[in-house]
């Protein structure tokens, strides 16, 4: 013992001062460990490695760096002396050695397991009259460990999902027909809220396969979200997300893969979806999905969606009319009326998309009909037609001459009598 704690207070006055000092042409003294690479100089400190050409160097003086200290005087201290290892511990601290610290501190409770000092030191708490380590607490607790986090083990479950279906939607893209049908099966078994993050990383995938199997993934997550609207956190970010994928499934080229993205959106109910595909009929830059966004309304057939598709069958219209602009007009208030619906509660805010600004430009002359016009006016005629039970076909002008006489009053009343409806049909369950 004696040997040991004159070793230890002899080296307690040693400092970082033994450490390799280079001096450099420039007359900078940096400090560390030395190593002679032939045409290059490597200095390793405590923030990493320098190099240095031999020509930047003007001189060496070699020492001992702190961890060779901390090695010397470790090797002199036996197993059980928990005074000598305490001592070390402390002079770790002091000289920037975290982890000796630490390391020198279980030490000492391998030698005496009731050390207070080393056992706060490692963040112990006595727990019953018992010491535990943090790690024994969280297991006491009932948490996992997991990429060096401690969590919940339901957390810890969904992550280890997560991490399964990556690698699922990895091998739904692979050419066997046989293990990419086995491995979409597998992604439709793990858990609901494990799905969003790896789904939707993959939809924009470049293999159909795996595009196809995001797709499945987020339908089965946005199912889930609707059928636990009010026991689901975040459920505002989930929204926000659905409307993002909105515009995604819109713009998928593969028909097959699209049919699947827009089955998908509508999972989460299409009082949610519709708010989402209503702003996308207005706002999508491709005529295409414009289009699509109308026809998929129209399945949903909700009077809310008139206005919205009122004011994009106007957009369209005046596309033709675009040269010689003499002033620009709001048309917000002329055809999207804002009906807030009290009764839903699920997604405080919004309560609805706020109705979309648009602003168009008056012109006095025509130009030449942009290509998709006449697609896209006739699928607006036929979804208005559906919805309303009006023939007016594509042309726009009478469309906007029986909205502007009475149809924004059919409207109002049709949207009441489709809420009423949907209470009593939710008081008869």
């Given amino acids: 013992m004696k040997h040991s704690l004159t070793t230890l207070a002899l080296a307690l006055v040693a400092t970082l001062a033994f450490a390799d000092t280079l001096t450099t042409t420039d007359g900078r003294k940096l400090e560390g460990k030395v190593k002679d690479l032939g045409d290059e100089i490597v200095l390793e400190g405590k923030l990493g490695s320098t190099r240095f050409k031999k020509s930047q160097v003007e001189k060496i003086e070699y020492g001992k760096t702190t961890l060779d200290l901390y090695g010397e005087k470790a090797a002199a201290l036996k197993d059980d002396d928990a005074k000598g290892h305490w001592a070390l511990a402390k002079w770790c601290k ?27 030191a490692l963040g112990h708490k006595q727990v019953a009259g018992q ?63 494990s799905l969003l993050g790896p789904c939707v990383r993959s939809v924009a995938s470049s293999n159909k396969g795996t595009r196809l199997a995001a797709w499945k993934g987020l339908q089965r997550y946005f199912v889930w979200t609707g059928a636990t609207l009010h026991a689901v956190r975040n459920l505002q970010e989930r929204f926000d997300k659905l409307g993002d994928l909105t515009s995604l ?27 989402w595909y209503q702003k996308r009929v207005i706002e999508e830059e491709s005529l295409d999905a414009r289009r699509r ?21 106007y957009t369209v219209y005046m596309e033709v009319r675009a040269t ?36 168009v430009q008056r012109v006095q002359t025509t130009v030449a009909v942009p290509e998709g016009f006449h697609q896209t006016s006739a699928e607006f005629g036929a979804v208005l037609q559906k919805l309303t039970g009006q023939e007016f076909g594509d042309d726009y002008t009478p469309w906007n001459k029986w909205y502007r006489t009475g149809g924004k009053d059919w409207v109002k009343k049709q949207i009441e009598a489709e809420r009423e409806a949907k209470v009593k049909a939710a008081e008869g369950k």
């Fill in 293 to 313: 966004s109308a026809r998929v309304l129209g399945e949903m057939g909700s009077a809310e969606s008139v206005p919205y598709l009122m004011a994009a069958f």
């Fill in 131 to 193: 010491w535990m380590s943090p790690d024994e607490i969280h297991v006491a607790n009932g948490e996992v460990k997991r990429n060096g986090d401690w969590m919940t083990a339901d957390e810890g479950a969904r992550l280890d999902a997560e991490e399964s279906a990556r690698k699922c939607l990895g091998e739904a893209g692979l050419k066997d027909a046989a293990k990419a049908d086995a491995a979409v099966v597998a992604l439709l078994k793990l858990r609901q809220d």
């Fill in 94 to 120: 002091e000289s920037g050695l975290e982890a000796e610290y630490r390391k020198e501190a279980g030490k000492v409770i391998g030698a005496e397991p009731n050390h207070e000092e080393a056992r706060l």
């Fill in 249 to 275: 499934a819109l713009r998928e080229k593969d028909d097959d893969v699209r049919a699947v993205a827009i089955e998908a959106t509508r999972g989460m109910g299409d009082e949610y979806a519709r708010m």
């Fill in 324 to 359: 010689n602009a003499v002033q620009s007009q709001d048309i917000t208030d002329s055809f999207v009326d804002f009906f807030p619906d009290p009764t839903r509660t699920a997604i405080p805010t919004p309560l609805r998309i706020e109705t979309p600004k648009m602003s």
